[in-house]
């Protein structure tokens, strides 16, 4: 679901002509839809109506200050994994008290900002992280309260490289090491407050199967923790729910609830989850311009404004977006979508049936709003891209275009040379 439409051949996003948009920022540019990111949001809180939780978007997905604070303002907490998440979580509103703090690698400074600022919780990786977390919390006299990430071992069937909760993955506590190290971090660590357990199995999932999967084995779990007279509050059930790019069919959140409510609920604990993609990958596209017809020997190739450095998804990750013209376009060519950087992965899509291009003309990479301006870069020492957000029949930058001073920010040639 999205308020991306094409009318009369022009692709709108809400009450915004899209190409009005480009003229006036110019491209490569990102456009999110301020009511699609809300709907979304709303949609998982009204699955979960009837229990007590907390959405704490992970900022990840897509971290722009102005998509921070269209969340906030709904109610939103915030799942962070890095000090300058947790910079920009509380700059865009986010109370402390609805942070979740994620993560394998927090250093000692992240750890100390965070204890000070008040973050909710600590999302523990391993033993040495919660052994650090209990030093510094006992010499800021605090007492920090703390869940530990357990990795169930389930198979989310999504792309190797964002399936999290397998055991060869980096992260979590293998589940079978799982109630040793709790105990054991109760016990003898007494400046954490072990309340939680916090899973994260993958992301861009569409069926349901395995979260029901991880969460019945967590439950055995935490029936083990509190015969140990552990006191277990929170249960975080992390992110990973799918969105459509092609022909996916992922479950909607009322469904996705319908099924893992029945084995959280007798388990009597606050639900935490950490939605991304599902809030922000349908709500925005990257907007290019055309810069070149190539016409190969085998092969056409649309090069446009756009580079691997602005959406990785496609050359990362082999991930399919749709794409589309902005502007009213009839006939029919196959043709590769390349960027201009040097390098063969720099592409968008391959094979594609588009229709006739022509130099100038507006495409739009759909379902670009998660895991796009988040992962850019200035490789090839390209300029990030601007950040438009729309809001009914009104548009904001949000993000200028970088300039070419900001690429040699913060850098400095010695006098010796
Ligand atoms: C711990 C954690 N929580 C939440 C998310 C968000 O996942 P998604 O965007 O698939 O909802 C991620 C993504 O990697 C994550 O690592």
Request: proline share 4%.
């Amino acid at each position: 679901m999205h308020y991306f439409a094409i009318k009369k051949g022009w692709l709108w996003c809400e009450g915004v002509r899209t190409v009005d948009i480009a003229k006036k920022t110019g491209t490569p540019v990102y456009i999110y839809s301020h009511r699609t990111l809300a709907e979304h949001y709303l949609k998982i809180d009204a699955a979960f109506s009837g229990t007590e939780h907390l959405i704490c978007y992970s900022l990840k997905a897509n971290s722009s200050m102005a998509v921070i604070n269209s969340l906030a303002k709904l109610g939103s907490g915030a799942d962070i994994v890095s000090g300058g998440e947790l910079f920009r979580a509380l700059r865009a509103g986010i109370p402390a008290g609805k942070i979740v703090y994620a993560g394998v690698g927090k250093t000692s400074e992240e750890i100390e900002a965070a204890l000070k600022k008040g973050v909710s919780m600590f999302n523990i990786e391993s033993m040495p992280e919660a052994e650090r977390i209990n030093s510094i919390a006992g010499k800021l006299c605090k007492k920090a309260n703390v869940a530990f990430r357990v990795n169930p071992d389930v198979d989310p069937d999504t792309h190797h490289y964002i399936t999290t909760g397998k055991k060869e993955n980096k992260f979590g506590i293998n589940i079978s090491l799982a109630a040793g190290l709790f105990i054991r971090a109760h016990k003898k660590l007494k400046n954490l407050n072990v309340t939680g357990v916090h899973i994260h199995i993958g992301s861009q999932i569409t069926k349901t199967g395995a979260y029901v999967e991880a969460l019945k084995k967590i439950a055995v779990l935490i029936s083990k923790l509190r015969e140990s007279g552990l006191i277990i509050t929170s249960l975080n059930i992390g992110g990973g729910l799918g969105i459509i790019y092609s022909n996916e069919k992922p479950s909607t959140p009322a469904e996705f609830a319908e099924k893992i409510l029945p084995v959280i609920r007798p388990l009597g604990v606050r639900v935490i989850m950490e939605p991304g993609r599902f809030i922000a990958g349908n709500a925005g596209i990257l907007l290019a311009k055309v810069t070149y017809i190539k016409k190969g020997e085998n092969k056409n190739f649309v090069i446009v404004d756009a580079g691997m450095n602005d959406l990785i998804r496609p050359s990362l990750y082999d991930a399919y977006h749709n794409i589309i013209p902005a502007q009213p376009a009839s006939g029919k060519m196959k043709a590769d979508i390349v960027g201009p950087i040097c390098e063969s992965g720099d592409f968008f899509g391959k094979n594609r049936l588009v229709p006739i291009l022509r130099e100038g003309q507006y495409l739009a990479v759909m379902s670009a709003g998660a895991y796009g301006f988040s992962m850019a870069s200035n490789y090839n020492s390209r300029r990030k891209p601007a950040e438009v957000l729309v809001k009914g029949n009104k548009f904001f930058v949000v993000r200028k275009r970088e300039t070419y001073e900001d690429l040699t920010r913060g850098e400095c040639v010695p006098g010796c040379l």
